[in-house]
């Protein structure tokens, strides 16, 4: 069986009311599109802020600072307690995965606080990310760019309760022992 992971909802607590600007928040690595985070905010004509521990050569020094700025900054490696402060304050949490990522921690975190994602379509964004109710998942950066200008047609309310609904530690624990039970109900047959 397939089950989400689950998060602590109290550690994100539902933000109604968002400043102007998007959010990326993890490991500054190619693969989680950083610099195509950086590109469709600069496209869209828009705030990004930048959270997670730079990554160490080339890539920092050549992709990612030379686009720091006014309207691209960098606020560092934030403790994970205070993540929620980030996400809850985002209009937007940019994710343009590169890889197949299996599940995305952060898509969940971010719509706990109320803040729609948009994502590439790779691994597990679309089941996930309810296209068009909790956030876009989309193609490349131009449609990253459309999606942000829709993104405020997203009720906040509905992200934090899809994540209420499918995504909590207690959902988590419950699919964890349907799955044990069903295993178990297979081993008693063999024998």
């Known amino acids: 069986g397939t089950v989400y992971n689950g998060i602590n909802l109290k550690l994100f607590p539902f933000s109604e009311k968002p400043k102007d600007y998007c959010l990326f928040l993890g ?12 590109m469709a905010a600069k496209k ?41 402060k980030y996400y809850g304050q985002a209009k937007v949490t940019l994710c343009p995965i590169q890889w197949e990522e299996p599940f995305g921690l952060t898509f969940i975190e971010s719509m706990a606080c109320g803040t729609p994602v948009i994502a590439f379509n790779h691994g597990s964004a679309k089941e996930v990310i309810k296209n068009g109710k909790t956030g876009f998942v989309v193609k490349d950066i131009n449609e990253m760019v459309k999606a942000i200008k829709k993104i405020g047609q997203i009720p906040r309310e509905d992200c934090r309760k899809h994540v209420e609904q499918n995504f909590t530690i207690e959902e988590m624990v419950e699919g964890y022992e349907k799955v044990f039970y069903k295993i178990l109900s297979r081993t008693k047959k063999i024998k």
């Open 27 to 38: 490991r500054l690595l190619p693969t989680k599109g950083v610099k195509a985070a950086i």
């Open 44 to 84: 869209a004509k828009e705030k990004l802020i930048i959270a997670g521990a730079p990554s160490e050569g080339k890539y920092w020094e050549k992709e990612i600072k030379p686009h720091l700025g006014k309207n691209i900054k960098y606020v560092g490696n934030i403790p994970y307690e205070k993540t929620y």
